[in-house]
């Protein structure tokens, strides 16, 4: 039977490891990433030996700027994980927000664990994972790795996932963008099966490297997409790769205010 694949991303502190060990136990084995020193570290579950975890490299973002970046995107694209366990440090919830995002476009099954609950209750945080589950529309579950605390829970939903995970709906931007982006999507090669195109388009709109190398399209094709992010950036006035960066913050600001409470404002508001 062949081993089912979770893979295990963070930013980098956010208990990535510390949850792998628990997880796992001494079932790990560690190696390198094909042509880089980037270490790769797989185990399995200590609960269901068929699913393996994949640690991959503590990352902020999925642009192509550092080897830990093109190790974790080359893997979520091309190795067909069933899910992904995104681990963050919710005590800094959004900037830790901003890798989910992305992550979000990938098209793959997603499981949010917010980490570090002992450090957001000690903050006088209250956050509220429910909404927090609707407004990104998959599973999350609060965890503190180290009081051992919500692992169960976490396991519950790789279960799930497996059974009935679906493809998350990904963000949506402003319309100016998304217009955009839905026209570069009609554009791309064939090859890029539908999950990936909203990933796709969003990568040839900032002007990614790597996807505009390593993709086979046409001058013709190249100059039209170049057309469409050029006027958008005339539009909206802003460059395309800003554009991209603003509207994840504007769409985490959107999701954080409706989950988030800090004690003290709350007992203002009720006062
Ligand atoms: P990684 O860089 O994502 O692999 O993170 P690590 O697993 O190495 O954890 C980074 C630090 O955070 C370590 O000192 C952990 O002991 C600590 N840590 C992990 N989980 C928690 C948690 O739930 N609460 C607290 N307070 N600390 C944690
Ligand atoms: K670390
Ligand atoms: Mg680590």
């Not at 030996?49 to 902020?60: C, K």
């Not at 570090?116 to 990104?136: F, Q, T, W």
């Not at 002007?207 to 039209?224: A, F, P």
Request: charge should be negative; proline fraction near 5%; aromatic fraction near 6%.
């Amino acid at each position: 039977m062949t081993k089912k694949q979770i893979a295990l991303v963070g930013n980098p502190n956010s208990g990535k490891t510390s949850l792998f060990n628990e997880l796992t136990g001494s079932n790990q084995s560690v190696g390198n990433w094909p042509g880089v020193t980037v270490e790769k570290k797989e185990g399995k579950l200590k609960k269901n030996p068929n699913i393996v975890l994949q640690d991959l490299p503590g990352i902020y973002s999925l642009s192509p700027y550092t080897p830990e970046e093109v190790v974790a995107r080359d893997y979520l694209l091309q190795d067909n994980p069933s899910g992904i366990l995104n681990i963050i440090d919710a005590s800094n919830l959004e900037r830790n927000l901003y890798l989910t995002t992305q992550l979000l476009e990938l098209g793959i099954p997603m499981i949010l664990s917010l980490n570090m609950m002992d450090v957001v209750e000690k903050k006088g945080i209250r956050l509220n994972e429910e909404k927090l589950a609707y407004s990104l529309g998959i599973p999350v579950v609060k965890m503190s790795v180290t009081k051992k605390e919500g692992l169960a829970n976490a396991l519950v939903e790789i279960d799930k996932l497996f059974v009935h995970g679906r493809i998350p709906d990904f963000p949506l931007y402003d319309n100016r963008l998304e217009v955009a982006l839905s026209e570069i999507s009609e554009l791309l090669p064939d090859n890029i099966p539908t999950h990936q195109k909203r990933w796709y388009s969003i990568k040839l709109f900032e002007r990614d490297e790597t996807v505009c190398s390593r993709n086979v399209m046409s001058d013709k094709v190249k100059k039209e997409i170049e057309d469409i992010i050029s006027m958008t950036e005339e539009i909206i006035g802003d460059d395309s790769e800003s554009i991209i960066i603003n509207e994840r913050y504007n769409y985490i600001s959107q999701v954080v205010s409706l989950c988030c409470v800090k004690e003290t404002d709350y007992k203002l508001s009720m006062s």
